[in-house]
């Protein structure tokens, strides 16, 4: 059974930095493509980041230059480094973990940029 755990979200001000973790188990990890999405309200999930098997990102371009998604194979995590966080960005944080057209997520984690 898949169990992904986001962790690191929370309150932080404009221009601000927060990394998200996710701990995924249950899963040959290494094998699976995996990914930060979002979701604010009242508008649809959107990917964030991604990152395959084989360590190629792929970067949303409201993302482009302020994130950064990686993945620890030795320990089954994958974080994303959020730099300039602006106000819209937040949104409730989702991590994914797919393989071929089947994907897993996790419980989510809020991140509210606000002063």
């Known amino acids: 059974q898949v169990q992904l755990v986001e962790s690191g979200g929370g309150l932080v001000q404009p221009g601000g930095s927060l990394r998200l973790s996710c701990a995924a188990s249950g899963i040959f990890f290494r094998i699976y493509s995996m990914g930060w999405y979002r979701q604010a309200p009242g508008k649809q999930r959107e990917l964030v980041a991604i990152i395959t098997s084989g360590g190629t990102t792929n970067t949303a371009d409201s993302a482009k230059g302020r994130f950064t998604i990686s993945r620890d194979n030795a320990k089954n995590t994958v974080s994303l480094q959020m730099n300039s966080l602006k106000p819209e960005d937040t949104a409730v944080y989702y991590c994914?973990?797919?393989?071929?057209?089947?994907?897993?997520w996790g419980q989510g984690t809020q991140v509210t940029v606000s002063s």
């Open positions: 994914a973990a797919g393989l071929g057209s089947s994907w897993s």
